[in-house]
């Protein structure tokens, strides 16, 4: 749909989304900075529908389907990443059912192994979900992972550059330090690789063990201070940030 009467018209649809009031939205509209099928749309009386036309503020795309959801869990250690376990381990499935009501139709982007923990993206848009698990599209994850000492002064230098896995090479995109205690040194890497475990077999590949690992951040959306075993609803931004990762 581009014009006409049918539809809804565009302020009211940007209003309901939670971007502005209608007054605001069309203040946004005035000044450029909304557009509908990749169009830049400035007249007030312009009608879209919610479900077909794909609108972005800011270059952010506005999700309209109230029945999309977006959720962040921060998974616990030992927690199964399915929906659901036929020997009644505890899984993310029943996070979900506590909190949500209901599974139904969603996804969760990519897996954390059980002993590992921190950030999961759950979703009911199975587009989104395969593009940020696709490589191709290189949505950078980061991760705290414990490792002991000594530390050697090339490992960050060795873990960018690559290393020879069994299913083939991988690297970080980033390494750094961020504490020291004892022998135990936590460090921070990036990678927009989702292959299993790949996290905990790149250090193993330079004979250090990961003892603790954390995935603290998927793209722009950041576990910050969520508690484990909680699960929230991404925000506006959060939402368009991952779509414009993945060319949505």
Known sequence: MTEGEQ????????????????RQAEILMRQGRVEVDGKVVTEMGRRVDPEVNVIHVDGSRIVTDVETV???LNKPEGMLSTMWDGEGRRCVGD????????TKGLFHVGRLDAATEGLLLLTNDGELANRLMHPSYEVPKTYLAE?????AKDLGKR????????DGPAAVDSFKVID?????????VVLH??????????????DKPVERLVRTA????????QRPGTLRKLGRDEVGALYHAVGL
């Open 147 to 151: 490792i002991r000492t000594p530390i």
């Open 95 to 102: 996070v979900v059912l506590e909190k949500a009501g209901s």
């Open 193 to 206: 690789e989702g292959r299993n475990r790949i996290v905990r077999r790149i250090f193993e590949a330079v």
């Open 218 to 225: 998927v793209g722009d959306v950041r576990l910050g201070d």
């Open 70 to 72: 977006h959720l962040a």
């Open 159 to 166: 873990l960018r550059e690559g290393v020879e896995l069994d």
């Open 180 to 188: 020291r205690s004892g022998a135990r040194v936590m460090v921070e």
């Open 7 to 22: 539809g809804v018209r565009l302020q009211k649809v940007l209003s309901e989304a939670g971007v502005a009031s209608r």
